[in-house]
């Protein structure tokens, strides 16, 4: 099983741009979906961003389109979120994952899951 190591959070200000990064251990990262979530305080997680194991087709969520871009090298087994333009409700923990089953936006389609990394955004 995949094992994910989320970095590059932090305290950033609205309008900053910022680049988190998951390193995977342990599995068949090359060949595994990946997607970034986040979560705020008081909310439920939220898919935020995805990408297939070739590195095509990524798919973002409504609220960062635009603002952020998805990448990956599977030679390092590194996925990457590259965000601009942040803005105060980018706010959150935000958690990299492996998709198992089910739909690319939905939690429970994810079977491993790093510690999270936060993001704070301030004006």
């Known amino acids: 099983q995949v094992q994910l190591v989320e970095s590059g959070g932090g305290s950033v200000q609205v309008g900053d741009s910022t680049t988190l990064t998951c390193v995977a251990s342990?599995?068949?990262?090359?060949?595994?979906?990946m997607a970034w979530f986040r979560q705020a305080p008081g909310k439920e997680r939220e898919f935020v961003a995805y990408?297939?194991?070739?590195?095509?087709?990524?798919a973002y969520a409504d609220s960062v389109k635009g603002r952020c871009s998805i990448s990956r090298d599977n030679a390092k087994n590194t996925l990457y979120l590259q965000m601009s333009d942040l803005r105060l409700d980018d706010t959150a923990v935000y958690y990299c994952?492996?998709?198992?089953?089910?739909?690319?936006?939905?939690?429970?389609?994810?079977?491993?899951w790093g510690q999270g990394t936060q993001v704070t955004v301030s004006s």
């Open positions: 342990a599995g068949p990262f090359s060949q595994s979906n």
């Open positions: 994952a492996v998709r198992g089953i089910g739909l690319y936006y939905a939690p429970s389609a994810y079977n491993s």
């Open positions: 990408i297939n194991w070739h590195g095509s087709f990524p």
